[in-house]
């Protein structure tokens, strides 16, 4: 079922994402050689605490820390540890959720250890791109939820990229997932019409490789199975009568 918000929880839904951005930003601006994933995610449980809401990821599902943090091969739901430390030439994944007033924010970017290679270089603008193309497309009158898949996945097959199929995008509200699945691939014109009030996270999750990824044994860190670099980008977004509005944008 999917829960369409009113302007007032909307507006309570942008505190969520203020939150959750800022923290996110905090968190990217620490990313350096020598950090650990530990320290990242402090960063990120502080700010948020401070600020008197919840991490959204802090117990869900068990999940034992206040943002997924994953580096390189590793695609999403990575474990923040003190024994992973930043190296010059990683790529860092930031998966953050806010709660606070009934709502979640959620979002997520991926950010260069120093210098980085061209080809990770062109990963991480292709990912963050495809996003504002799904963007782009859920604001157009009439859209569907497959518009914004066929946008992101078109737009990175034809980077030379593969999108991940087994992880989606949600509706986010009261719950940090809601319906309607939000896939970063689909058919343009099929779905779930999108209408003003639904608040939906657009998530692509793309590999310099192929598509398929694999769960490692710790039960949530979920990897490219080629090897292959992943990139991440995520966004709270609020489908408005003024268009599209990324609540966790700072
Ligand atoms: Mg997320
Ligand atoms: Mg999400």
């Known amino acids: 079922m999917i829960f369409v918000k009113n302007p007032e929880q909307i507006r309570l839904m942008k505190t969520a994402g203020r939150i959750t951005g800022e923290a996110l930003a905090l968190a990217g601006e620490a990313v350096r050689e020598g ?4 320290q990242l995610d402090s960063i ?3 700010h948020i605490e401070k600020c008197g809401a919840k991490p959204s990821f ?5 999940f ?3 943002a997924c943090i994953s580096i390189n091969d590793e695609v999403i739901h990575g474990i923040p540890s003190k024994k992973r430390i930043l190296k010059e030439g990683d790529i860092v994944k930031i998966d953050v959720g806010a709660f606070i007033g009934g709502f979640h924010g959620d979002s997520a970017c991926t950010f ?13 603008d292709v990912t963050r791109e495809s996003f504002y193309r799904g963007v782009e497309a859920a604001a157009k009158a009439g859209a ?3 518009d914004i898949g066929a946008a992101v996945d078109g737009y990175v097959t034809q980077m030379g990229c593969s999108t991940v199929k087994k992880y989606v995008g949600h509706g986010i509200g009261h719950a ?8 970063n691939y689909g058919t343009a014109g099929r779905g779930v019409r999108l209408c003003t009030g639904m608040t939906i996270a657009i998530e692509p999750m793309v590999n310099l490789g192929g598509a398929a990824v694999r769960e490692l044994p710790d039960g949530w860190t979920v990897k490219t199975a080629d090897g292959s670099l992943a990139a991440h980008y995520e966004h709270t977004v609020a489908l408005t009568a003024d268009g599209p509005i990324l609540l966790t944008k700072v």
Do not use: C, K, M, N
């Open 112 to 124: 260069p250890v120093g210098r980085i290679s061209a080809e990770a270089q062109h990963l991480i």
């Open 176 to 183: 940090l997932h809601e319906d309607p699945s939000v896939p």
């Open 144 to 146: 569907r939820i497959g």
């Open 35 to 38: 950090v650990s994933t530990a």
């Open 58 to 62: 802090l117990g869900y599902g068990g």
């Open 64 to 66: 034992p820390a206040s």
């Open 44 to 46: 990120i449980r502080h």
